[in-house]
Protein backbone atom coordinates (compact mmCIF):
# COMPACT_ATOMS: atom_id res chain seq x y z
CA UNK A 1 0.00 0.00 0.00
CA UNK A 2 1.49 3.30 -0.72
CA UNK A 3 1.90 5.65 1.71
CA UNK A 4 2.69 9.16 1.98
CA UNK A 5 4.76 10.39 5.16
CA UNK A 6 3.85 14.05 6.07
CA UNK A 7 5.89 15.80 8.81
CA UNK A 8 5.74 19.76 9.94
CA UNK A 9 2.41 21.87 10.64
CA UNK A 10 1.72 23.46 13.88
CA UNK A 11 1.18 26.54 15.09
CA UNK A 12 2.14 30.14 14.83
CA UNK A 13 1.70 33.41 15.09
CA UNK A 14 0.78 35.45 12.44
CA UNK A 15 3.58 36.95 9.99
CA UNK A 16 5.47 33.65 10.77
CA UNK A 17 6.98 30.20 9.15
CA UNK A 18 6.10 26.80 8.98
CA UNK A 19 7.38 24.12 6.72
CA UNK A 20 5.65 20.88 5.64
CA UNK A 21 7.26 18.11 4.22
CA UNK A 22 5.42 15.25 2.33
CA UNK A 23 7.68 11.52 0.94
CA UNK A 24 6.65 9.28 -1.05
CA UNK A 25 8.73 5.97 -1.03
CA UNK A 26 9.19 3.62 -3.91
CA UNK A 27 6.68 4.80 -6.48
CA UNK A 28 7.24 5.53 -10.65
CA UNK A 29 6.35 8.81 -10.69
CA UNK A 30 6.95 9.96 -14.40
CA UNK A 31 4.28 12.06 -15.37
CA UNK A 32 2.77 12.80 -11.81
CA UNK A 33 2.80 16.09 -9.93
CA UNK A 34 2.63 16.32 -5.77
CA UNK A 35 1.63 18.95 -3.49
CA UNK A 36 -0.70 20.28 -0.75
CA UNK A 37 -4.59 20.91 -0.92
CA UNK A 38 -6.02 22.13 2.05
CA UNK A 39 -9.31 22.36 4.23
CA UNK A 40 -10.40 24.56 6.57
CA UNK A 41 -13.51 24.72 9.08
CA UNK A 42 -16.58 25.53 6.87
CA UNK A 43 -14.71 25.83 3.46
CA UNK A 44 -14.47 23.75 0.46
CA UNK A 45 -10.93 21.75 -0.04
CA UNK A 46 -8.40 23.88 -1.78
CA UNK A 47 -5.38 22.74 -3.73
CA UNK A 48 -3.08 25.27 -2.41
CA UNK A 49 0.09 24.26 -4.45
CA UNK A 50 1.30 21.31 -6.68
CA UNK A 51 5.24 20.49 -8.51
CA UNK A 52 5.76 18.36 -11.30
CA UNK A 53 7.68 15.36 -10.90
CA UNK A 54 9.47 15.47 -14.24
CA UNK A 55 10.36 19.47 -14.62
CA UNK A 56 9.59 21.18 -11.40
CA UNK A 57 6.63 23.45 -12.60
CA UNK A 58 4.99 24.75 -9.75
CA UNK A 59 1.40 25.60 -9.52
CA UNK A 60 0.23 28.27 -6.25
CA UNK A 61 -3.33 29.20 -5.33
CA UNK A 62 -3.79 33.10 -5.82
CA UNK A 63 -4.22 33.45 -1.96
CA UNK A 64 -0.58 32.08 -1.57
CA UNK A 65 1.40 33.12 -4.32
CA UNK A 66 4.37 35.15 -3.35
CA UNK A 67 3.76 33.60 0.30
CA UNK A 68 4.63 30.02 -0.41
CA UNK A 69 7.37 28.26 -1.75
CA UNK A 70 6.99 24.89 -3.24
CA UNK A 71 9.99 22.43 -4.43
CA UNK A 72 11.04 19.22 -4.59
CA UNK A 73 14.03 16.34 -3.38
CA UNK A 74 14.54 12.94 -5.04
CA UNK A 75 16.71 10.50 -3.25
CA UNK A 76 16.71 8.02 -6.32
CA UNK A 77 19.05 5.68 -3.90
CA UNK A 78 16.42 4.95 -1.82
CA UNK A 79 13.58 5.54 -3.74
CA UNK A 80 12.25 8.57 -1.36
CA UNK A 81 10.88 11.68 -3.35
CA UNK A 82 10.00 14.59 -0.81
CA UNK A 83 7.96 17.48 -1.72
CA UNK A 84 8.66 20.72 0.74
CA UNK A 85 6.25 23.85 1.04
CA UNK A 86 7.83 26.45 3.03
CA UNK A 87 4.96 28.90 4.12
CA UNK A 88 5.81 32.29 4.97
CA UNK A 89 3.89 35.21 5.99
CA UNK A 90 1.28 33.22 7.37
CA UNK A 91 -2.05 34.70 8.02
CA UNK A 92 -5.07 33.30 10.27
CA UNK A 93 -7.09 32.40 7.04
CA UNK A 94 -4.39 29.93 6.76
CA UNK A 95 -5.24 27.75 9.22
CA UNK A 96 -6.63 24.82 8.42
CA UNK A 97 -5.72 20.89 7.99
CA UNK A 98 -3.35 20.35 5.04
CA UNK A 99 -3.14 17.18 2.66
CA UNK A 100 -0.07 16.31 0.81
CA UNK A 101 -1.72 14.23 -2.57
CA UNK A 102 0.52 12.61 -5.29
CA UNK A 103 -1.72 12.91 -8.30
CA UNK A 104 -4.79 13.95 -6.36
CA UNK A 105 -8.41 14.40 -7.61
CA UNK A 106 -10.92 15.64 -5.28
CA UNK A 107 -13.77 17.19 -4.80
CA UNK A 108 -15.39 19.83 -1.60
CA UNK A 109 -13.75 17.51 0.88
CA UNK A 110 -10.08 16.94 1.04
CA UNK A 111 -10.97 13.56 3.92
CA UNK A 112 -12.71 12.27 0.43
CA UNK A 113 -10.83 12.44 -2.36
CA UNK A 114 -11.54 11.18 -6.23
CA UNK A 115 -8.20 9.45 -7.08
CA UNK A 116 -4.60 9.80 -6.36
CA UNK A 117 -2.54 8.97 -3.30
CA UNK A 118 -3.07 10.99 0.14
CA UNK A 119 -1.35 11.75 3.26
CA UNK A 120 -3.54 11.97 6.61
CA UNK A 121 -3.40 15.92 6.80
CA UNK A 122 -1.25 17.96 9.22
CA UNK A 123 -3.03 21.10 11.42
CA UNK A 124 -1.83 24.24 10.53
CA UNK A 125 -3.21 27.11 13.09
CA UNK A 126 -2.10 30.25 12.79
CA UNK A 127 -3.35 32.82 15.50
CA UNK A 128 -3.35 36.91 15.53
Known amino acids: EVQLEESGGGSVQAGGSLRLSCTASDLTLDGSDMGWYRQAPGKKCELVST????????????SVQGRFTISQENDEGNRKYTVHLQMDLLKPDDTAVYYC?????????????????WGQGTQVTVSS
Open 101 to 117: ALDGVVGAWCQYPTSGY
Open 51 to 62: ITYDDGVAYYAE
